[in-house]
């Protein structure tokens, strides 16, 4: 059973850089047909897409986020990292590491992982 | 900017049809996916490709999208379905979602 955990410090101060690290199990980061990413959620309220990554490194962001988003993947470890610049309490969420499935014409994301509450605050 | 606009809640009685609608421009030109997400979880997908189910869905659950609506029908509610449901579909190659509505059953 495919498995996604995600990973990183439970608290990030205003202006610095959020990172998270999410590993795959049950599965290789590297199967063809699949992008892996990531989903962000603010206390109650909705989903925002951050970004997705093939296990090649071709990456696609969402433009709102006005390039502070950096998506990589490692292969060797099944993993991969996201990085998000310049936060503020704005960016308080629950971080959500997602499969997405590159149906023909359909992509839709099939896994997620438990999800992390990363707070941005001094 | 592509939206996607649900209606933020909606109640229904156990056993009645529940229709969660999805607006956006020329949506039916797009595939929809829905999400449904319980308290305190993850979000689990429930519909890919305007209609089809994964693995595991019950039956009452199916989709429909054309024109400028996607739609949600839950058939025969029970008092499980009860969560938020979430449309989500592509344009320009970003992930657009839609604000969610808040499924009651009572």
């Known amino acids: 059973q495919l498995q996604l955990q995600e990973s990183g410090p439970g608290l990030v101060k205003p202006s610095e850089t959020l990172s998270l690290t999410c590993t795959v199990s049950?599965?290789?980061?590297?199967?063809?047909?699949?992008?892996w990413g990531w989903i962000r959620q603010p206390p109650g309220k909705g989903l925002e897409w951050l970004g997705s990554i093939y296990y090649s490194g071709n990456t696609y962001y969402n433009p709102s986020l006005n390039s502070r988003v950096t998506i990589s993947v490692d292969t060797s470890k099944n993993q991969i990292s996201l990085k998000l610049s310049s936060v503020t309490a704005a960016d308080t969420a629950i971080y959500y590491c997602?499969?997405?499935?590159?149906?023909?014409?359909?992509?839709?994301?099939?896994?997620w992982g438990q999800g992390t509450l990363v707070p941005v605050s001094s | 900017s592509f939206e996607l606009i649900q209606p933020p809640s909606l109640s229904v009685s156990p056993g009645q049809t529940a229709s969660i609608t999805c607006s956006g421009d020329k949506v039916g030109d797009k595939y929809t996916s829905w999400y449904q997400q319980k308290p305190g979880q993850s979000p689990i997908l429930v519909i890919y490709q305007d209609r089809k189910r994964p693995s595991g869905i019950p039956e009452r659950f199916s989709g429909s999208n054309s024109g400028n609506t996607a739609t949600l029908t839950i058939s025969g509610t029970q008092a499980m379905d009860e969560a938020d449901y979430y449309c989500?579909?592509?344009?320009?190659?970003?992930?657009?979602f839609g604000g969610g509505t808040k499924l009651t059953v009572l």
């Open positions: 049950g599965g290789s980061i590297s199967s063809s047909g699949y992008y």
């Open positions: 997602t499969r997405l499935n590159l149906a023909v014409a359909a992509n839709y994301f099939d896994y």
């Open positions: 989500q579909a592509w344009a320009s190659s970003t992930a657009v």
